[in-house]
């Protein structure tokens, strides 16, 4: 039986007659996005249609779910909020602090010792409050939500930006910074921009080296990594019928690169077939009798130009394998050019290493396919040129690929197997010569790219395809490697030829292991203490946020002017800054390190005005703060991409930043900056980014009348007398306001006025 199965059935018997009445309030057929997101209103029955792009809107999700790195911020804001237990299921998944260096049983063995206080912590906490702990080495979030908790129609959030992975379970399932899952955990609504809706209808068929990754990678290069922000992305045709369930979750997954809110799929034969295949048979059943109700009207998928903000079409039967990168996601490349395109950009044709695995690309047919490729390395008699490593999505898969004598066939030929856990993908990888910062090429299954994300190496060149690809390309040891075209050479001096790969979709004996790592919490709580000793390095309770003074903000510093793409990497680096993800001044040392200065085109190297000296940026935040000077960054286009990190917002509220000023926000880390009582704001003319120098004040000079759709007008004073008069916009609402006021939304929480 299924996790919460009287939960989804209620979700269901909802469904019909709230969907129905949406259908009549709206005047139209429905998308399948429609249908849940109006199924899941916090008012219960539709009364009125809402505005894509611009209403907000209350919503209870159905569940959240956490992961290790995020968890232990998010529980500890929890812990302030006075309630005794979570008011919607949700779940710990310790994932994020397994480092990858060795192979599985020593990596795993090791962080259970480096990290047991903060996994102690988590554990203590979900068993106090009624969560649900997945243990060190169960496995990745988005793998284990798939197979334990995700169902088609459902709506759920989690601390993590690929938490989008769910849709391919049919759910809207969204990224948000941890005040946003305690607020759903505390029993409140939670508030979201009705989205915009794109459309895109995948045709024919896939076929021999084509996989359901090639399809997000196409995606990826058509949207760029902002083009899907604001919006919910709904795949349908012929062309997703087809393909497996993982297969839909891999291209929701990196959906997360698009900068869309969700991806999402209507539920059809393949997600029956994979519930039925991880033991949740009640949910297939339940969900057959409203299948209906779980993908898009008909009429929509038949004239989707009438009913979607943007329609793109994909013909699946001609789609070409890509390599996406490197240090982004959406520089796609079809195989059969990327030898071209290598030579033309002097990317290093010889790869390092090849990765497959994660929370993309690590389910059992990623896996079988493949080890169909590895198997050939033995019969065909050929060598692997390039290193090679698995990181399975959870210890079921795990088990079973064991089982099933996958993992043999990579042991011959050399491969590593890691942890069940996010390893490199998240820049946990212990890469031996990394430090030396040589210039390299790397491909994998993973979903970000960016520059050190994996290794912490400025020059390693990070490329995206499937785990099929991926393992071909490890084979031949190069990058202009075509395994459609191209032969390799054997052992033997024999031209030889890939052939392509094949696998299973779902396991013919199904799905097993003798301990998938999960510990239910205690049905009461309520005597169970939590500690956190005041000595710690990776632990740290929190204060609340001081609330507006109700003045203008005025004598602020430029602490930096980011040039560039500025992700959330760059503003609160994961890898070894990991450790202290639960202790905001510790963590905080990471603040903006990996920004470039516009000035002076430098990282973590800016102008301290107090002293006319350049130092880090942490460094010359903390000597603002204790010299009570207010602090103001300045960003680029789509400021804040990539992980929900919270840490990223979190930082600079904590270390005295008083507003973050921006061409443009990546979705969750506006909410973010928003929740922890920051001013996110936008230029209302771009170009006065050029304006802002490097010794400027800034002055708000009408923050006192902060209203909804009012902008405000900031004053930059320059070194010479001079000012310049900018005007920002800004998306905060009362509610939003009200956040501002009270130091943050968790003060009001705190405070019982939320």
Known sequence: ????????????????????????????????????????????????????????????????????????????????????????????????????????????????????????????????????????????????????????????????????????????????????????????????????????????????????????????????????????????????????????????????????????????????????????????????????????????????????????????????????????????????????EAIKNNWPLRIEVGLIGSCTNSSYEDIARAASLAKQVTDKNLKIKSKFTITPGSEVVRYTIERDGFIDIFDKIGATVFANACGPCIGMWDREGAEKEERNTIVHSFNRNFSKRADGNPNTLAFVGSPELVTAMAIAGDLGFNPLTDTLINEDGEEVMLEAPTGDELPKNGFDAEDPGFQAPAADGSGIKVSVSETSERLQLLAPFAPWDGKNITGAKLLIKAFGKCTTDHISMAGPWLRFRGHLDNISNNMLIGAINAFNQKTNSVKNQLTGAYDAVPAVARAYKAASVPSIVVGDHNYGEGSSREHAAMEPRFLGVKAVLVKSFARIHETNLKKQGLLGLTFANEADYDRIQENDTINFTDLVDFAPGKPLTIEFVHEDGSKDIILANHTYNEGQIGWFVAGSALNLIAAGKA
């Open 1 to 340: 039986m299924a996790f919460d199965i009287e939960m989804i059935k209620k979700v269901y018997d909802n469904m019909t007659s709230r969907v129905d009445a949406a259908r009549e309030i709206v005047g139209r057929p429905l998308t399948l996005t429609e249908k849940i997101l109006y199924n899941h209103l916090w008012d219960g029955t539709p009364t009125k249609a809402f505005k894509r792009g611009a209403d907000y809107v209350d919503f209870a999700p159905d569940r959240v779910a956490c992961q290790d790195a995020t968890a232990q911020m998010a529980l500890l804001q929890f812990m302030h909020a006075g309630k005794s237990k979570v008011a919607v299921p949700t779940t710990v998944h310790c994932d994020h602090l397994i480092q990858a260096k060795v192979d599985a049983k020593t990596d795993l063995a090791r962080a259970k010792t480096q990290s047991n206080e903060v996994f102690d912590f988590l554990s203590s906490v979900s068993n106090k409050y009624g969560i649900g702990f997945w243990k060190p080495g169960a496995g990745i979030i988005h793998q284990v939500v798939l197979e334990n908790y995700a169902f088609p129609g459902g709506m759920m959030i989690g601390t993590d930006s690929h938490t989008v992975n769910a849709g391919g379970l049919g759910m809207v399932a969204i990224g948000v910074g941890g005040a946003d899952a305690v607020d759903v955990m505390s029993g409140m609504a939670w508030e979201l921009k009705f989205p915009k809706l794109i459309g895109i209808k995948l045709i024919g068929k896939l076929s021999g080296w084509t996989a359901p990754k090639d399809v997000i990678l196409k995606v990826a290069g058509i949207l760029t990594v902002k083009g899907g922000t604001g919006a919910i992305v709904e795949y349908f045709g012929e062309g997703a019928t087809s393909m497996s369930c993982t297969g839909k979750g891999t291209i929701c997954n990196m959906g997360a690169e698009i900068g869309a809110t969700t991806s999402t799929f209507g539920y059809d034969a393949s997600m029956g077939r994979y519930l039925r295949s991880t033991n949740r048979a009640d949910v297939a059943d339940a969900a057959d009798k409203v299948a209906d109700y779980l993908t898009g009207d008909p009429e929509v998928y038949a004239n989707p130009e009438k009913y979607f903000d943007q329609v793109i079409e994909i013909n699946l039967s001609e789609l070409e394998p890509h390599l996406n990168g490197p240090f982004t996601p959406d520089l796609a490349t079809p195989i059969s050019k990327m030898k071209e």
